[in-house]
């Protein structure tokens, strides 16, 4: 069974920075394409960022140079390193699989809050 875990969120200035962190139960974790999405109140669940075995990636173009998507296979672990953040990146944050083994239960999500 499949647990992702997602921390790092919180109350963070316009213009701030904020890491975040997933921790993912996964098998042949390396092997997966993983991806980092949000929801904000009200509106639909939209890939943010996203990121292949190979460490290829891409980003919503509302995100584009101001948000980074790593990971740790390791430590079966996906990062989404935001940067320049903005009231409009205010949200749930979530990761899960992508591409063919995607998407899998949602864990709890961290919560992302861009305020003055």
């Known amino acids: 069974q499949v647990q992702l875990v997602e921390s790092g969120g919180g109350l963070v200035q316009p213009g701030g920075s904020l890491r975040l962190s997933c921790a993912a139960s996964v098998n042949t974790f390396r092997l997966k394409t993983m991806a980092w999405y949000r929801q904000a109140p009200g509106k639909q669940r939209d890939l943010v960022a996203a990121?292949?075995?190979?460490?290829?990636?891409n980003y919503a173009d509302s995100v584009k140079g101001r948000f980074t998507i790593s990971r740790d296979n390791a430590k079966n672990t996906v990062y989404l390193q935001m940067n320049s953040l903005k009231p409009e990146d205010t949200a749930v944050y979530y990761c899960?699989?992508?591409?063919?083994?995607?998407?899998?239960?949602w864990g709890q999500g961290t919560q992302v809050t861009v305020s003055s």
């Open positions: 990121i292949t075995s190979s460490g290829s990636t």
């Open positions: 899960n699989l992508a591409g063919i083994w995607g998407p899998q239960p």
